[in-house]
């Protein structure tokens, strides 16, 4: 079978009905780069997409497989299927399920430096393995996205899946932060907003404003990012009615088991930031329709 005399059969046809790649992808619900793939002889149609290919180019099937012998179709068909499963199975997959494995196992190591008196690593390393983690994730997730996903529905559902293992992350890193790694002994409160913030600012070095300050201002956003795709909460008055309700949740939880001070700027600070990010993804969505 010869991807590159399909690709260039594809390609033909496709301008002979003057669509662009894009159009054609469309009407085919895959991605434009897979099309680019098929024309070029660098990858070949699913074959559950056959048809749906021929009716758009106004082909028989047979055409597309490389031949018009009626007698050879069954043939051809096997052979057909037989190249598209050796092109999906290269490196490219193994670099993929390599990639998340990698990932888990550094998450894993995060948790043992993050739990275990016993290793001493600096907090930044710490979270260096948790970053190196999620990149892992990301790059598998791009490889397999690129070279093995064709239609729109199943990249949805590979970034879905990349996103979900990137949350999960995510909130085991929040946890340990707001609550699991805290070590102190305070039941206290502000009710006055911008209380805390102004003794800062007078009163607090460089590395108290870093921490107070614009930790809690961008410590939330990677939860912003989640709940606005992947959850698909995008409504303005239950997105931040539900923010509002984690933020206070976190904030009671420390008083309430002495690991913290409840702040009413902790909460404006979090909730400052999840709006600001908000906005920017509302607006990224308009420009994009």
Not at 111 to 128: A, K, Q, S, T
Request: proline share 2%.
């Amino acid at each position: 079978m010869d991807s590159n005399k399909i690709g260039s059969f594809i390609r033909e046809k496709r301008k002979e009905k003057g669509f662009t790649q894009e159009e054609l992808a469309n009407r085919l619900f895959v991605t434009e780069k897979a099309v680019s793939k098929w024309e070029t002889g660098r990858g070949i149609p699913d074959i559950s997409l056959l048809v749906p290919l021929a009716q758009e180019l106004g082909v028989e099937v047979s055409e597309i497989l490389g031949g018009e012998v009626k007698s050879a179709e069954v043939e051809r068909v096997i052979e057909y299927a037989k190249t598209n499963k050796k092109f999906k199975s290269d490196w490219k997959f193994l670099f993929s399920i390599v990639c998340i494995l990698l990932s888990v196992l550094t998450f894993l190591s995060y948790l043992r430096f993050e739990y275990d008196p016993r290793i001493e690593v600096n907090y930044f390393i710490r979270l260096g393995f948790l970053v190196v983690a999620s990149v892992l994730v990301f790059l598998g997730n791009k490889m397999y996205s690129d070279h093995f996903v064709e239609t729109l529905e199943d990249k949805r559902r590979t970034e879905r899946f990349s996103m979900m293992v990137l949350f999960l992350y995510y909130v085991v890193f929040l946890f340990n932060v707001v609550l699991f790694a805290r070590y102190v002994n305070v039941s206290s409160y502000n009710l006055i907003p911008f209380a805390s913030i102004i003794e800062i600012l007078r009163q607090g070095n460089l590395y108290q404003i870093v921490i107070n300050l614009f930790g809690n201002f961008f410590v939330f956003m990677p939860l912003e990012f989640f709940l606005f795709y992947l959850f698909g909460m995008q409504k303005c008055f239950f997105h931040f009615l539900l923010s509002f309700f984690i933020l206070l949740s976190i904030e009671v939880a420390q008083f309430v088991f002495r690991l913290g001070v409840f702040d009413v700027d902790d909460i404006f600070l979090s909730l400052l930031g999840m709006v600001c990010l908000y906005f920017v993804f509302v607006k990224r969505k308009k420009s994009s329709k």
